[in-house]
């Protein structure tokens, strides 16, 4: 009976650790590098309107689960907002890493563009772009489907999941690079918005 007990104690502290974090990782610094230069800091919200932005993955400022990484899976964890202000054509969804940078800026590692007005969730496990919308750029190039973070040794990393609601749609030569995106973006923002997750890196991992 005690070794059956100890053995069902044993199942589930590994099923625990496959399915949340399991590292004991510190704290993001104190100062984020990469902070004045997110998009949600570069493109003021007209009236600074906002969004409120979830994910069923995790709570605001809690660590993403590792499914939602590049170490186990890169599966999208699916996000949720407030309807924008009258007006919206559409949204943009941006997610940067506030902690690295790379030739300067925060790494820039996903966009969903031309996302219709009419739509306020994008499911996890998401694998294509609901209609109307789009993959766009990231730090690999143009039309890049999700990919989440791959968060090296050391403190954990402050991921932007940034949505913003546009009175526009942005053209296809504002999808070729982060910089066109953000230009064809400026001046169109009615409302914006974003929710924060920890990443760190994987048990076993080296790197």
Known sequence: MIARTSALLLAAVVAAASTSPAVAQGAPTATEPGASQLALANLPAKNGATLTVTTPAFKAGSDIPFENTQYRGNIFPGLEWTAGPSGTKSYVVILQD??????????????????????????????????????????RGTNQ???????????KHRYHFQVFALDTTIPSDGAGSYDALTGAMKGHVLASGEVIGLGQIAPGASH
């Open 98 to 139: 506030g902690d690295a940078m790379h030739n300067g800026a925060p790494i820039f590692h996903w966009s969903m563009i031309n996302i219709p007005s009419s739509v306020t969730k994008l499911d996890a496990k998401l694998s294509a772009p609901p209609e109307g919308a789009s993959y766009g750029p990231n730090i």
């Open 145 to 155: 489907p999700y990919m989440g973070p791959h968060t090296p040794a050391g403190p």
